[in-house]
């Protein structure tokens, strides 16, 4: 039984910083893709960050130079660091995982097996 657990979300002024993470428990293969999704209030579910089991990260342009994300294999453990968060950062953040490819897309959400439950992110 695969379980993702969030952790990490909660309210800051625009300009701070929060540090989201994810453990994937359960996961009995190596995780070739992790990555964090957000939904916004009325708005599709959108693709912000993934990276392979390399290392090699990818970013949707809204956040580029704002986000990092970070992987820990041995802990299967992904993590989103937000800084100079912006008022249109503000959404439900989601992680997802998967092992289909090591090419790791931030648009087709059915390339990911697993999804985490979701952490609110709010930016006043």
């Known amino acids: 039984h695969v379980q993702l657990v969030e952790s990490g979300g909660g309210s800051v002024q625009a300009g701070g910083s929060l540090r989201l993470s994810c453990s994937a428990s359960g996961y009995g293969a190596s995780i070739s893709c992790m990555a964090w999704f957000r939904q916004a209030p009325g708005k599709e579910r959108e693709g912000v960050a993934a990276?392979?089991?390399?290392?090699?990260?990818s970013y949707a342009d809204p956040v580029k130079g704002r986000f990092t994300i970070s992987r820990d294999n041995a802990k299967k453990t992904v993590y989103l660091q937000m800084n100079n968060l912006q008022p249109k950062d503000t959404a439900a953040y989601y992680c997802a995982v998967g092992s289909q490819s090591q090419i790791c897309s931030l648009y087709y959400e059915d390339r990911y097996d697993y999804w985490g439950q979701g952490t609110q992110v709010t930016v006043s």
């Open positions: 990276i392979d089991s390399d290392g090699i990260a």
